[in-house]
């Protein structure tokens, strides 16, 4: 992942290509619990849905992750991802 990329919670991944999400998701996930970000949103888009499946398939397994969900409402629909992280204790 590029260092200048924003670690603010939001990740579009329309901005990176899809062969890098299997490495990307789960850094951005480790960057933002380093800076004491435990919710974050990827919008990942709606179009045939296979964006989706990848990014709740790295999800599920990822040790880190509580829970995820659609965004709902007008704040992306099933376009985006809302993904409570584990907090450090």
């Not at 290509?17 to 933002?32: F, G, M, T």
Request: aromatic content about 8%.
């Amino acid at each position: 992942m590029p260092e200048e990329y924003p670690i603010n919670g939001i990740l579009d991944l329309h901005t990176f290509h899809p062969r890098d999400e299997k490495d990307l998701v789960p850094e951005y996930i480790r960057a933002c619990r380093e800076k004491g970000i435990f919710r974050i949103r990827i919008i990942h888009g709606k179009g045939t849905g296979t964006l989706r499946r990848i990014v709740h398939s790295l999800l599920e397994k990822n040790p880190d992750v509580v829970n995820f969900w659609h965004e709902g409402g007008t704040g992306g629909s099933w376009g985006a991802t809302i993904v409570q992280l584990k907090e450090e204790k």
